[in-house]
């Protein structure tokens, strides 16, 4: 059974451009967590889906954005990149409204 | 919202010796209160946690305990070993079930000197 997966592992843009990143969750989850880790912190929520809806959203700028597709897999886009958004972009999946989130190996993006 | 701290952002331990990690919350709705273990260039991963009905949670080697009234939790790790070296991240969530939105800590490095 594979856990989360995220393509792809690492992408290298410049300021301006736009990127999107991609998640398939842990067999039998249908729900999608993003988060933002920058060097040396801990993980920032960007938002969550389910059923194919955003239905939390976190502290950042409508830059970002998501979707989730019928087969629970999920999208996280970013436009007009800045330098600070470079991170590592993780992506969590859970059983829907009950369980823990398990996190993909996550993709790290670097703006120069 | 959520605001969540993590002492200390090291700490250095010998082999077999105990650790101890300490985190505080802010939102007293936080009912969810996982920790991950994050190595080097790996993903987090979940190592325990405990939810607001429970006071102390222990796996194997691996404890956390929670006092709600002060909003603080902690983690425990006993008779460590070098594999224990990573960073360690504390968690909060205000779902039961964990499946919310999760505000972190800044973690703590720990490293066990063999």
């Known amino acids: 059974d594979a856990g989360v997966t995220q393509s792809p592992t690492h992408l290298i843009k410049t300021r301006g451009q736009q990127v999107t990143l991609r998640c398939s969750p842990k067999?039998?989850?249908?729900?999608v967590s993003w988060y933002q880790q920058a060097l040396g912190q801990g993980p920032q929520f960007i938002f969550q889906?389910?059923?194919?809806?955003?239905?939390q959203r976190g502290n950042f700028p409508d830059r970002f954005s998501g979707h989730q597709f019928p087969n629970y897999s999920s999208e996280l886009n970013v436009n007009a990149l800045l330098l600070g958004d470079s991170a590592l972009y993780l992506c969590a999946s859970s059983p829907g409204r009950r369980g823990e989130q398990f996190f993909g190996p996550g993709t790290r993006l670097t703006v120069l | 919202g959520e605001n969540v701290e993590q002492h200390p952002s090291t700490l250095s331990v010998q082999e077999g010796d105990s650790a101890v990690i300490k985190c505080t919350y802010s939102?007293?709705?936080?009912?969810?209160f996982p920790w991950y273990k994050q190595e080097l260039g790996k993903r987090p991963q979940l190592i325990i946690d405990i939810r607001s009905n429970v006071g102390e949670k222990k796996d194997q080697r691996i404890a956390v305990t929670l006092n709600k009234t002060a909003k603080h939790f902690s983690l425990h790790i006993t008779e460590t070993q070098p594999e224990d070296s990573a960073v360690y991240f504390c968690a909060a969530s205000g779902s039961n079930f964990g499946n919310e939105k999760l505000t972190f800590g800044t973690g703590t490095r720990l490293t066990i000197i063999p």
């Open positions: 889906y389910y059923e194919e809806e955003e239905r």
């Open positions: 067999s039998g989850h249908d729900t």
């Open positions: 939102d007293s709705a936080s009912n969810y």
